[in-house]
T-cell receptor, first 112, second 113 residues
Framework: TAGITQAPTSQILAAGRSMTLRCTQD?????MYWYRQDLGLGLRLIHY???????GKGEVPDGYSVSRANTDDFPLTLASAVPSQTSVYFC???????????FGSGTRLTVV | DAKTTQPPSMDCAEGRAANLPCNHS???????VYWYRQIHSQGPQYIIH???NNETNEMASLIITEDRKSSTLILPHATLRDTAVYYC??????????????FGSGTQLTVLP
């Protein structure tokens, strides 16, 4: 089934450690996004990429970095995790016009 | 992108139509209305979108007022599995240029047995 694959599904991470959340799509969508969702709140954009080789900052980019080496993959890296980064992270993709977005199942991250 | 206003919660009886309102009084001419929903702990799911004409697909209908300042998402025969948070999002569509979605608080729809 075409869509977005995120890994891992959940992770407990010690504060100060680094981690990369993986996101892969097989729809050949140009644009990809990372959102975080805190308990009881809506989704907030962390970073986005309009096309391979380009990235941009969203609403809450601090503490996160991304890369877009190819069309399919859009990893999110936490260089030095802090407890406030405890959240559920969703990766999404869309076609060039952003007409329809597809979301992954999410990664639940707990920083202790 | 224009700001949207939705009621925080609604209930609906199973088998009845669920009508979810959204106000977007500052919408501009090139902005579309999108609806997504998020079932507990899952990623958001696209439902429908429209510009000014009413739209219908296998999931729902979207009714946009003539002045485009408000819209209503209609789930014609709600089931328990339709219990979710429903997000109304307004954004522009520019061919060749992707734009991120900005999520508000949405409406928690609870379908009651």
């Amino acid at each position: 089934t075409a869509g977005i694959t995120q890994a891992p599904t959940s992770q407990i991470l010690a504060a100060g450690r680094s981690m990369t959340l993986r996101c892969t799509q097989d729809m050949r969508h140009n644009a990809m996004y990372w959102y975080r969702q805190d308990l009881g709140l809506g989704l907030r954009l962390i970073h986005y990429s309009n096309t391979a080789g380009t990235t941009g900052k969203g609403e809450v980019p601090d503490g996160y970095s991304v890369s877009r080496a190819n069309t399919d993959d859009f990893p999110l890296t936490l260089a030095s995790a802090v407890p406030s980064q405890t959240s559920v992270y969703f990766c999404a993709s869309s076609d060039s016009g952003g007409r329809g977005y597809t979301f992954g199942s999410g990664t639940r991250l707990t920083v202790v | 992108d224009a700001k949207t206003t939705q009621p925080p919660s609604m209930d609906c009886a199973e088998g009845r139509a669920a009508n979810l309102p959204c106000n977007h009084s500052t919408i501009s001419g090139n902005e579309y209305v999108y609806w997504y929903r998020q079932i507990h702990s899952q990623g958001p799911q696209y439902i429908i979108h429209g510009l000014k004409n009413n739209e219908t697909n296998e999931m729902a209908s979207l009714i946009i007022t003539e002045d485009r300042k408000s819209s209503t998402l209609i789930l014609p025969h709600a089931t328990l599995r339709d219990t979710a948070v429903y997000y109304c999002i307004v954004r522009s569509y520019s061919s060749g240029s992707a734009r991120q979605l900005t999520f508000g608080s949405g409406t928690q729809l609870t379908v009651l047995p």
